[in-house]
């Protein structure tokens, strides 16, 4: 079982920048699947980014290519999701979540394919 804290959340202007972290404790760090997740109110969690075990491939959503990284220090037991050129439409709660058994590419987008969730972190865009 592996344990995950997000930090790094808060509230930012449009067109600026965020780094989100997640923590994780517990068993080995190297050997889950990690991604993050949002979810605005009144809507359904969606899907940001996803990062294999090792980093070498790395995934996201639609709506954040091209204004999101993410990246994982697997001595650290870290992984991050760096925001840039964020808009309004980004606010939401983030969650980060973990996936111990191997996962095709696809499933790294489904939400139900993660066993463990942390609390998420708020961010708020404003215009």
């Known amino acids: 079982q592996v344990q995950l804290v997000e930090s790094g959340g808060g509230s930012v202007q449009a067109g600026g920048s965020l780094r989100l972290s997640c923590a994780a404790s517990g068993r080995t760090f190297s050997n889950y699947f990690m991604g993050w997740f949002r979810q605005a109110p009144g809507k359904e969690r969606e899907f940001v980014a996803a990062?294999?075990?090792?980093?070498?491939?790395?995934y996201y959503g639609d709506s954040v290519k091209g204004r999101v990284t993410i990246s994982r220090d697997n001595v650290k037991n870290t992984v991050d999701l760096q925001m840039n050129s964020l808009k309004p439409e980004d606010t939401a709660v983030y969650y980060c979540?973990?996936?111990?058994?191997?996962?095709?590419?696809?499933?790294?987008?489904?939400?139900?394919?993660?066993?463990?969730w942390g609390q998420g972190t708020q961010v708020t865009v404003s215009s």
């Open positions: 990062i294999t075990r090792s980093g070498s491939s790395t």
């Open positions: 979540a973990a996936r111990y058994t191997r996962v095709t590419a696809a499933d790294l987008s489904v939400d139900s394919s993660y066993n463990y």
